[in-house]
């Protein structure tokens, strides 16, 4: 079946514009979750979205990053005022709930801020 | 200190020989753990995951649980040139939450 989807693979943007990035999990998968991951570094938890409960926010690193998750499947990962050091590769997964809840990685979008 | 420990390497191993990557976590509540392998440029994929105490096989690979000690550890027999990557642990949070906590990472160097 299809993994999880992400578009776009590469953006280009001027630092002050806002940017939107989508990720579709795997059909089922009620969890999904956003990470971004700087040149180098590890993954760095974004946000957590369960079924129709309230998501986990506490990665966001800053009030212009916010997401939402429409009808439980598509979900988008909103950037506003985009600054350099926002330039990274943001992975969305998904995995199945219950556990044990192996999670599933999209191939990523990498954003570049100039 | 840091939820989920990792040596981040690199491991250099010969070709053929076992590659050993050992992972560390605090939350003694913690219920399950992950592999997964990073190849450069490349998002992560799962090898595999525990959740008992003790040994899983699955092919080449050996994960390893032991949560008295709070580590788990990754085994890779006959190493090949292919499995040069970077090795994430991941651990899966206590009180059954969904949120899993990833550490940096091993980078291994298999050389032929």
């Known amino acids: 079946g299809a993994g999880v989807s992400q578009s776009p693979s590469n953006k280009v943007t001027e630092k002050g514009k806002d940017v939107e990035l989508r990720c579709d999990p795997i059909?089922?998968?009620?969890?999904l979750y956003w990470y971004r991951q700087s040149l180098g570094q590890g993954l760095e938890f974004l946000i957590y979205?369960?079924?129709?409960?309230?998501?986990?926010k506490s990665g966001l690193p800053s009030d212009r990053f916010s997401a939402e998750r429409t009808g439980g499947s598509v979900s988008t990962l909103t950037i506003q005022r985009t600054q350099q050091e926002d330039s990274a590769v943001y992975l969305c997964?998904?995995?199945?709930?219950?556990?044990?809840?192996?999670?599933?990685f999209g191939p990523g979008t990498r954003l570049t801020v100039t | 200190q840091k939820e989920v420990e990792q040596n981040s390497g690199p491991l250099s191993v010969p070709e053929g020989a076992i590659a050993s990557l050992n992972c560390t976590y605090s939350?003694?509540?913690?219920?399950?753990f992950f592999w997964y392998r990073q190849y450069s440029g490349k998002s992560p994929e799962l090898i595999m995951f525990?959740?008992?105490?003790g040994d899983k096989e699955d092919g080449r690979f050996t994960a390893q649980l032991n949560k008295a000690s709070q580590y788990v550890s990754l085994l890779i027999r006959d190493s090949q040139p292919s499995d040069s990557a970077t090795y994430l642990c991941?651990?899966?949070?206590?009180?059954?939450?969904?949120?899993?906590?990833f550490g940096t990472g091993t980078k291994l160097q298999v050389i032929p």
């Open positions: 997964a998904s995995s199945l709930v219950p556990g044990p809840y192996e999670q599933y």
């Open positions: 059909s089922g998968h009620t969890a």
């Open positions: 979205f369960q079924g129709n409960s309230a998501p986990d």
């Open positions: 939350d003694r509540g913690s219920q399950s």
């Open positions: 525990i959740y008992s105490n």
């Open positions: 991941a651990v899966n949070g206590s009180g059954g939450y969904q949120k899993v906590t």
